[in-house]
């Protein structure tokens, strides 16, 4: 029920710029190494990735004036006990000739379960991703990059814990200074604000492979801007772009409860676009809504059992290449016309029409389109060329 360590007084010169030798009442550092003990004992006790912040102290006792650096003193944690959710403790700092100097009583720590990609990323950024790299969706012969987070990987409902202070600690990790100033203004209850926090975590995990693999770049997600343009796309940029002569990535982001994904392509693409859904959402309502009389009857030609999971790989295709065009679906499903389906590969073949409006004349607008289903969530990725490389290199 409780651990022993020794401690030594450190140096307090480098604490202030502006004092070399500051007046303390108290010493910070020396005072809050004792909680550090009792953290280090309760992972000795707690299997899983927990953490602690201390949250109350019944009293602090002081038996005498600050230590002299150098002055090694030894930590008592005694009565030591924790639970789901609470760790707490009696703590004395004793002196070499065994007075007791300091002494909190009823130490109080609040304990948090982290899922175990959150806190290897959280503690070292520059080697891990939040994220997954996605090896079924991604292919490397079209330079495609898919990264996804699951609530497997990272229960949502966790950021929320503590007042939020995982998601405010995943926030300064992974956006920069004006993201985070962004993310700020969004209503702090807001699902959304969760949502497009984890949808910049995962995209970024995806770019930052993409620019280590293609150019030996590696970047801290600080270092990646993810803006969006007046139709809503997604657009990297930062002062690494510098580096790799303007072959700035692709990107798109999709997300829907339960499952986020990201994905990322060569600059040199003219346009890029990923989509998830959620197969039982695409109930005969939403199909009716979706879809044109020539789709419905592809639809109609599969098996009864098959129909759902293909309505929702279908729609994801409309949404995969309407942020491919970046021109949005625009409430117009009609608009993305299905030509053709196959059923062993999960491919898609799908033309998408201007109607009437100007568009880039460079741009593909038929392009096959790969989907595929896993588990209760059907997706789609698309990624566009130019019909004339002449016009894509003007462009």
């Not at 997604?234 to 990535?249: A, L, Q, S, Y």
């Amino acid at each position: 029920d409780g651990a022993m360590a020794n401690v030594i007084v450190l140096q307090r010169d480098m604490m202030f710029a502006s004092r070399k030798n500051p007046a303390f009442i108290t010493d910070p550092v020396l005072l809050d190494q004792p909680g550090q003990v009792l953290a280090v004992w309760m992972n000795t006790q707690s299997p899983g990735n927990p953490v602690a912040f201390p949250v109350h102290v019944n009293s602090l006792e002081l038996f005498g004036p600050a230590l002299p650096p150098g002055e090694r003193l030894t930590c008592l944690v005694t009565n030591a006990f924790t639970d789901d959710v609470l760790l707490s403790s009696n703590l004395d700092l004793v002196k070499a000739d065994g007075r007791v100097w300091a002494r909190f009583t009823g130490w109080t720590d609040r304990r948090f379960e982290l899922p175990g990609r959150f806190r290897v990323n959280s503690l070292t950024e520059t080697d891990h991703h939040l994220s997954e790299r996605w090896d079924q969706l991604s292919d490397t012969r079209s330079g495609l990059t898919v990264f996804r987070v699951t609530n497997d990987l990272l229960d949502a409902g966790f950021l929320d814990a503590g007042a939020g202070v995982w998601m405010r600690t995943l926030a300064s990790i992974v956006l920069s200074r004006k993201e985070r100033e962004l993310w700020h203004k969004m209503p702090a209850q807001s699902p959304r604000r969760a949502e497009w926090l984890i949808g910049r975590a995962v995209a970024k995990d995806a770019v930052r492979s993409y620019l280590l693999l293609e150019f030996g770049l590696g970047l801290l997600s600080a270092d990646i801007e993810i803006e969006t343009r007046p139709g809503g796309a997604p657009f990297v940029h930062g002062e690494w772009t510098r580096v790799i002569d303007g072959e700035v990535p692709r990107v798109s982001i999709s997300h829907v409860s339960g499952f986020t994904v990201a994905a990322v392509a060569s600059g040199d693409t003219m346009g890029l676009g990923i989509d998830v859904e959620r197969i039982e959402r695409m109930n005969d309502d939403a199909a009716d809504i979706a879809f044109t009389p020539s789709e419905e009857v592809i639809l109609s030609s599969l098996a009864q059992d098959e129909r759902q999971a293909w309505r929702a790989r279908m729609w994801c295709a409309k949404e995969a290449m309407a942020k491919a065009l970046g021109e949005g679906m625009k409430g117009r499903p009609d608009m993305f016309i299905v030509a053709r389906i196959d059923r062993a590969s999960g491919e898609i073949e799908m033309e998408a029409s201007n109607d009437g409006q100007p568009s880039h004349a460079s741009v593909q607008r038929s392009a096959t389109i790969h989907t595929l289903v896993d588990g209760d969530f059907a997706f789609a990725s698309c990624i566009l060329t130019s019909s004339d490389p002449a016009s894509a290199t003007a462009e």
